[in-house]
């Protein structure tokens, strides 16, 4: 997780999630689109480190069961499951 400090440089997770979850309030966007526009905006690649730092910051988790960002509750429930059972129970 990121550490506390006094500003953030633009492609610090703090600042890739704060100013996606600005840009995705002022856009018809997703959260997930407008954490991958800032990041890439600023260098970062969808997927790396940083990223999944990021969209975990702004609530979106990656899941590797689903292979996706989810809402902290359904990764919950996605990581209860078995990785080879996880996409069957969440097909609907």
């Given at each position: 997780m990121?550490?506390?400090?006094?500003?953030?440089p633009?492609?610090?997770?703090?600042?890739?999630?704060?100013?996606?979850?600005?840009?995705?309030?002022?856009?018809?966007d997703?959260?997930?689109?407008?954490?991958?526009?800032?990041?890439?905006?600023?260098g970062?690649?969808f997927g790396?480190?940083?990223?999944?730092?990021?969209?975990?910051?702004?609530g979106?988790?990656?899941?590797?069961?689903?292979?996706?960002?989810?809402?902290?509750?359904?990764?919950?429930r996605?990581d209860?499951?078995?990785?080879?059972?996880?996409?069957?129970?969440?097909?609907?």
């Amino acid at each position: 997780m990121a550490t506390k400090l006094e500003s953030y440089p633009e492609d610090h997770p703090v600042g890739i999630a704060l100013a996606g979850m600005a840009r995705a309030l002022r856009s018809e966007d997703t959260l997930i689109d407008a954490l991958a526009t800032q990041a890439e905006c600023v260098g970062v690649r969808f997927g790396s480190e940083a990223f999944d730092e990021a969209a975990e910051i702004a609530g979106l988790p990656y899941c590797r069961p689903l292979d996706l960002y989810l809402d902290r509750d359904t990764k919950r429930r996605a990581d209860a499951f078995h990785f080879s059972e996880a996409h069957l129970a969440f097909d609907s």
